[in-house]
């Protein structure tokens, strides 16, 4: 199965692998040597929670690792005239009169606060394939939201 993924995406969770393995890992083997060094391990506190955060970067770096060799980068079709991965669509709720403004990026990506959401979210799903003046309804659990595209942009 591969997994969508823009470069930007892409790039950062090299940066995060290289970070773990040259700086992390180094760090707690140390510490967890440090914590050997003061004797009774059944009771030694700075050891247990050393062995957790190890336990934890070493997860994080398989997990990583499994994404990264599944990783799909695909490149925006900069100048499409449909909403595509990689786009920046803004997008207007028609029943709220707000504005909003999402990139459309794999689900590992995703993130509501800096405005890039999953091409797999019921909104990237719905945005996908639009042109500016299009209109789409997207069910939430809430209330069925209809959004108008007004401008389709990369960046």
Do not use: C, W
């Not at 773990?20 to 050891?47: C, F, M, Q, T």
């Not at 957790?52 to 994080?60: A, W």
């Not at 669509?89 to 504005?99: C, L, P, Q, Y």
């Amino acid at each position: 199965m591969t997994i969508p993924m823009t470069k930007e995406g892409y790039d950062q969770l090299r940066k995060e692998l290289e970070r773990l393995k040259r700086e992390e890992r180094p760090k707690i083997i140390a510490l967890i040597a440090e914590a050997v060094g003061h004797g009774d391990l059944s009771e030694n506190a700075e050891y247990s929670a050393a062995k957790e955060r190890q336990s934890f970067i070493e997860g994080r770096i398989k997990e990583i690792q499994t994404k990264l060799a599944s990783a799909q980068v695909i490149e925006s079709q900069r100048g499409s005239k449909t909403v595509v991965f990689g786009a920046t669509v803004v997008i207007k709720d028609r029943h709220a009169e707000v504005h909003r403004t999402y990139m459309l990026v794999g689900q590992d990506e995703s993130d509501l606060q800096r405005g890039k959401i999953s091409v797999q979210s019921p909104v990237g799903r719905a945005l996908i394939g639009r042109r500016v003046g299009d209109v789409v309804e997207v069910q939430t659990p809430a209330r069925l939201i209809i959004y108008e595209v007004l401008e389709i942009k990369f960046l």
